[in-house]
């Protein structure tokens, strides 16, 4: 990774962290083992990269990140909320996440998931804080959020991979799975970003493209980092997939037919951010960054 993209990352990670700490009530807000469950994963480490995307497509579409903060804000308190439940005995059960124990390890299952819903339902009260522009009303923000959160796509996304536990899906049923847990809430991500810089229709359309390929080519790497990478590499329990016998694009493509994938993928979405111009250049390094990233 160039050290200028190097650079630009942990501005905005530090930005979003801080505006995170302003939109959360503190820790010892009563009842305060919730505000430190919520807070516990919210800063427990994540890559923070789609809050990031979110200030990148703003700037594609010539508006500034100060801008995005509430929007990138809200959609990294809803991927934080889908991780914690995600983690929970009753669904994938799992105690290491963000390179520290799950929450339901540090608090109790119950707390777990009321940290969960506590992150659900803030996003939208941060949402809902977030300028309007000529374009866009508070009440677009709150829907795009709600859609993509949704039983239409991320809950969708979850609720299918549940039902395909334990059997053979074919590469469509694992397709369909990903766009809705995976990349619905990258592109929700990156249009909310878009929005907050009153993207015009063709702009937020091309945001929606490279989205959707990003967050399709994000998933496909994150199936191959999970079959090769170390759990002290990913700072969550690797080698999962291949343990509960679950489909992955690797296991059901090939590794080599899986990395040609994230490719095509990528370049779908190169073809999306070109036509955006040149501001959208940090989307562009973020892109090609997401196809080599090793964690
Ligand atoms: C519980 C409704 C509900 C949904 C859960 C997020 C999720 C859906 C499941 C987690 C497992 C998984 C493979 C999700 C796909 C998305 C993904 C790879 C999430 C991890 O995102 P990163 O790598 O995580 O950006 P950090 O911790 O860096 O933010």
């Known amino acids: 990774m160039s050290s200028s993209l190097k650079e630009y990352i942990k501005r905005n990670s530090e930005r979003v962290d801080r505006a995170l700490d302003r939109f959360l009530p503190s820790a010892s807000t009563k009842p305060s083992a919730i505000h430190r469950a919520m807070r516990y994963s919210l800063f427990a480490g994540g890559k923070r990269l789609r809050p990031i995307l979110a200030i990148a497509a703003a700037e594609a579409c010539g508006g500034r990140a100060s801008r995005a903060l509430a929007v990138a804000s809200a959609v990294e308190c809803i991927h934080t909320y889908s991780l914690i439940h995600d983690d929970l005995p009753c669904m994938d059960d799992d105690d290491f996440r963000r390179g520290k124990p799950t929450s339901h390890k540090v608090f109790g299952e119950g707390m777990a998931v009321l940290a969960g819903d506590a992150l659900l339902t803030i996003a939208f009260e941060i949402a809902a804080a977030s300028r309007p522009t000529s374009r866009y009303a508070q009440a677009d923000f709150v829907r795009e959020l709600a859609r993509a959160s949704g039983s239409l796509f991320l809950v969708a996304g979850q609720a299918a991979d549940l039902e395909g536990e334990g059997k053979k899906i074919s590469h469509a049923q694992l397709r369909f799975i990903h766009e809705r847990k995976t ?96 501001c959208a250049f940090r989307l562009k390094q973020l892109s090609d960054y997401l196809l080599i990233r090793q964690c």
């Open 183 to 278: 990349s619905a809430l990258l592109t929700c991500a990156m249009r909310l970003g878009a929005m907050s810089a009153n993207a015009a229709p063709a702009q937020l359309h091309a945001v929606t493209q490279a989205g959707h390929n990003l967050g399709m080519a994000f998933q496909v790497i994150d199936d191959i980092l999970d079959a090769t990478k170390t759990t002290e590499e990913l700072g969550k329990t690797a080698g999962k997939d291949e343990k509960f016998h679950k489909a992955t694009y690797p296991s059901i493509l090939g590794m080599k037919r899986a990395r040609e994938e994230a490719n095509r993928f990528t370049l779908a979405a190169h073809r999306a951010i070109r036509s955006l111009g040149a």
